[in-house]
């Protein structure tokens, strides 16, 4: 069993950053592919980010390319998000997936385990 805690989120304004972390309760956390999700009011859930076992592959969406950057820190068996010029389109709530396997992918449905989710929230 592995448990996911986001923490990070917050209220900022357009044009700000935030950093996001997920901290994993599990001794294999370098086994596991991170990825980060979000869901926006209304909407249904939607990829955002994912970084290999290893580190070494990362994939993002296309709205957010070049903003976002994943990393994770297998000694503190956490992943990060650091999200740059943010926008209001990016509100949302954020949340930390990992999968038992060790390449990148966008399909929710390859991810086994969820956090509970941190909310973003971007101003005008």
């Known amino acids: 069993q592995v448990q996911l805690v986001e923490s990070g989120g917050g209220l900022v304004q357009a044009g700000g950053s935030l950093r996001l972390s997920c901290a994993a309760s599990v001794r294999t956390f370098r086994t596991y592919a991170m990825g980060w999700f979000r869901q926006a009011p209304g909407k249904e859930r939607e990829f955002v980010a994912a970084?290999?076992?290893?580190?070494?592959?990362?994939y993002y969406a296309d709205s957010v390319k070049g903003r976002f950057t994943i990393s994770r820190d297998d000694a503190k068996n956490t992943v990060s998000l650091q999200m740059n010029s943010l926008k209001t389109d990016d509100t949302a709530v954020y949340y930390c997936a990992a999968r038992n396997s060790t390449g990148v992918t966008t399909t929710i449905g390859s991810y086994l385990y969820w956090g509970q989710g941190t909310q973003v929230t971007v101003s005008s």
């Open positions: 970084i290999s076992w290893s580190g070494g592959s990362t």
